[in-house]
């Protein structure tokens, strides 16, 4: 391993460098083969050392990914962005999309899926897209609703369901969008058990494949329950929680991350580090919320995991591509000369 200043040094030229290289001007077929010229050997092994050492990731939801063009596709992204939520991505993947997905992970970056994930069976019920009906689900997952034992059994089920996926087509892991109540989520004592045996069964399933376990929250105040209704083990058993904290800048994350401790006090060190925070590149009217993320260390001194952005593919036009992006991850992590 590098030191870590040199390191950061190399950063700044995958930040600034590749942008050239993957650019790519060589956009003139579909196939995710002809989307780039490959980097050197010497590049990918700086790529993968900034990847290895301790630095602030750069996170984004994935939206209409076809892998068709540039802009939809993966291998589009900065080379230094960490990791992508499939957006609505629930599998089945073309060609094409398997072809970019290997060349995303190729250079070190992961992808995972993710979709609102509140009822057991939501996008993956055969014969069904989006939230099953109550009767085909319980028919297909072997459950009745309102007894609680037998949901467990079929939230075990429907995770071993999401990580088979993920085996399947080498997609690096699953983040749930926790925001709804259904049969998934619930918040009573007893029911609040489905979705955290849901949880425990994806990180064993994880743990034995070496996949990622993500969760993202709305970040306000008033959507703090669904952080609430996690057990302690299972906040601290996911890689990382990213909060839509789409409207906060530095006083509002702060202000936010205070409530965040005052549910689970014990665990807010371990939770600060592995939360990013996010803007949106949906609305241009909060976009320029995220270069302000970028500067944001929460005050009482701790470090969080970095940032990210829903959306994160609006901001391909430009010149280079993704210049929020990029100067988010300059940003974020300056490179250090002697």
Known sequence: MKGLKSILFAAAALIAGPAVITS???????EAEDFYTPPTESYY???KDYFESPHKVMFGWFGSWT???KSNSLIGLPDSTDFVSLWLCWGNLNEAQQADLKAFQA????????WLATYIGENITPGYSGVPPIEAAEEFWGFTNGDVPSMIEAARKYADAIADTCDKYNIDGFDMDIESTGTLIMGGTETRKVQNEFLRQLRKRFDESGRMLVIDIPGGVGWLHYYDYLDDDVVESVDYICWQTYELGHAGLDQFFNSVKSYKPDLFEKVLKKSIVTAT??????KNLFPVQSTWNYSGGLEHAGQGAYHIEYDYPGTPDYPYVRKGIATQNPPINN
Do not use: I
Not at 24 to 30: A, G, I, S, V, Y
Not at 107 to 114: E, M, P, Q, T
Not at 281 to 286: C, G, N, T
């Open 107 to 114: 250079r070190g970056s992961k992808a995972v899926l993710c």
């Open 24 to 30: 790519c001007d060589d956009w003139t077929e579909p």
């Open 67 to 69: 892998a068709a063009a």
């Open 45 to 47: 092994t700086n790529l």
């Open 281 to 286: 590149f949906e609305r241009a009217a909060d």
